[in-house]
């Protein structure tokens, strides 16, 4: 009778201890949701003033245009590069809260990837060349894959931009795009500084920048690879990456047919 006792109680035991750990989690996770909402909505509702506030700027040197010192003139354009740093930021906090809170919309569809992937290319030309960099293109004839297009091409935008903003004048940077039958990759390598091994694992994770000072000098914040990484999750996807400090960087994106 007492062996049967105990075993009754312990598992009641289990089963309350079960039962509490559940109501627990659901009040946890509504806060975690709230919390996500709340980031989102924050992000959202700060870029109202922010551009307000470019636009007040504009103002203000447009009035006085024939008055302002070059002194004011620097200030007034210091503060239009503050304002737009901080509202990209906000944009991609805003994106990063909404895809934890899953309330990004995929819209999945089949496309042609050479002609966009050409198109995005493009979009660097100039830059690149300021830089005196050689941005150079490996593509096939054609490569239908489904994916959200708008995403990829934010993906393949940071990725490149990154490519250029960490390589040195008069380097080089080559987009491909492999055609694999199991799994196309996008691949974009550059011979810039590289990324030292102990900060690979780690340059995905948000607001982490290797060089603190001279990546904020680059305008960044350390949020480009954490979207992409989202980016490429939702996609089913995986990023490999080989570099080293010197040496360049390679960023292969694969993702399944
Ligand atoms: P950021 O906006 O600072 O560029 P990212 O999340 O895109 O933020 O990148 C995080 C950090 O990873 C960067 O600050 C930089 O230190 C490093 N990094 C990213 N791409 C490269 C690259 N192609 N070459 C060297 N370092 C890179």
Do not use: C
Request: aromatic share 8%.
């Amino acid at each position: 009778v007492f062996i049967l006792i105990l075993i009754v109680f312990i598992i009641a035991a289990v089963k309350l201890s079960a039962a509490m750990s559940q109501k627990a989690m659901i009040p946890i996770q509504r806060t975690f949701k709230h919390q996500q909402q709340f980031l989102a909505d924050a992000s959202h509702e700060l870029r109202t003033p922010l551009s307000i506030m470019n636009t007040s700027l504009d103002v203000i040197e447009l009035e006085n245009a024939e008055t302002i010192t070059p002194y004011s003139k620097e200030v007034v354009s210091d503060m239009k590069e503050e304002i737009g740093r901080m509202s990209r930021m906000l944009r991609d906090l805003l994106m990063l809260a909404r895809s934890d809170a899953g309330s990004v919309e995929f819209e999945m569809a089949a496309f042609d990837m050479v002609p966009k992937l050409r198109q995005w290319v493009l979009a660097f030309e100039s830059v690149a060349q300021k830089k005196g960099i050689a941005l150079r293109t490996m593509f096939p004839d054609a490569l239908t894959v489904k994916g959200d297009s708008e995403r990829l091409k934010q993906l393949v935008y940071i990725l490149l931009d990154n490519a250029i903003k960490y390589t040195p004048e008069g380097g080089k940077v080559d987009v491909g795009l492999d055609p694999n039958p199991r799994q196309w990759r996008i691949i974009v390598r550059d011979s810039g500084i590289g990324i030292a091994e102990t900060d690979q694992p780690r340059i995905f994770d948000r607001f982490y920048r290797v060089e603190k000072h001279r990546s904020r000098e680059e305008g960044s914040a350390g949020l480009g690879l954490a979207i992409a990484k989202q980016i490429v999750v939702a996609h089913r996807g995986s990023v490999v990456l080989e570099s080293a400090p010197g040496k360049g960087s390679t960023f292969s994106v694969e993702f399944p047919v």
